[in-house]
């Protein structure tokens, strides 16, 4: 039969060129947010995380932005390259130690 | 450190069978937490301990699934008796008291035919 599958959201960028990829959250309460990359055929990977006392913070190539006015969440990836090509998703702690995922964005590299 | 360890890495299996799906921990972590991942469905969190006690298996789809942890490192996620459905990539995650950070195993690719 038809295979319907989650639609994930795709970002397609050149090689070299910096990539954003956004992401809304619910929980007005979480105070950790993380953002992880799956890259095909592997577990989710950490990349960088960020507490609520903090708008900004900046990793090797990665940025990631907080507005907890809108709670938005946003990760920028500065010199896109091939191998940053995966599915990304933005996560928020919940209950105890949970972690709450996005559904994911696929991030695709141009060569 | 060898990280969160998963196996089998895949597993085939008629519909009937019983599957047990293994999981050890990061040493120093108490927390666990089995996922699945589907096309339809994305990653799905299944159920969380701390401490080697359950906290959380609302995401445990129906009696066919259990999980247990008989030790501080060791996981087990158990359906018996498995069906095609529950094809999926199944994850297992630790962290630590420490952080909110999961550290993912490699996954366990199951068909179920």
């Known amino acids: 039969g038809e295979n319907v599958g989650l639609h994930l959201p795709t970002l397609s960028v050149q090689e070299g060129d910096n990539s954003i990829i956004n992401c809304a959250y619910s929980?007005?309460?979480?105070?950790?947010f993380i953002w992880y990359k799956q890259e095909s055929g592997k577990g989710p990977q950490f990349i960088i995380d960020?507490?609520?006392?903090?708008d900004k913070r900046q990793g090797q190539r990665v940025t990631v932005l907080l507005n907890k006015t809108v709670k938005h969440l946003s990760l920028q990836i500065a010199a896109t390259q091939p191998g940053d090509s995966a599915v990304y998703f933005c996560?928020?702690?919940?209950?105890?130690?949970?972690?709450?995922f996005g559904g994911g964005t696929r991030l695709m590299v141009k060569p | 450190d060898a990280g969160v360890i998963q196996s089998p890495r895949h597993e085939v299996t008629e519909m009937g069978q019983e599957v047990t799906l293994r999981c050890k921990l990061i040493?120093?972590?108490?927390?666990l937490f089995w996922y699945r991942q589907t096309m339809m469905r994305g990653l799905e969190l299944l159920i969380y301990?701390?401490?080697?006690?359950?906290?959380?298996d609302s995401g445990m789809p129906e009696d066919r699934f259990s999980a247990k942890m008989p030790n501080a490192s060791f996981s087990t996620l158990k359906i018996q008796p498995s069906e095609p459905r529950d094809s999926a990539v199944y994850f297992c995650?630790?962290?630590?008291?420490?952080?909110?950070?999961?550290?993912f195993g490699p996954g366990t690719r199951l068909t179920v035919t």
């Open positions: 995650a630790s962290s630590s008291d420490r952080g909110y950070e999961q550290y």
């Open positions: 929980n007005s309460a979480s105070d950790y």
């Open positions: 960020i507490r609520s006392n903090m």
């Open positions: 996560t928020f702690n919940n209950a105890g130690n949970m972690l709450t």
């Open positions: 040493s120093g972590h108490n927390s």
């Open positions: 301990f701390n401490n080697n006690v359950p906290i959380d």
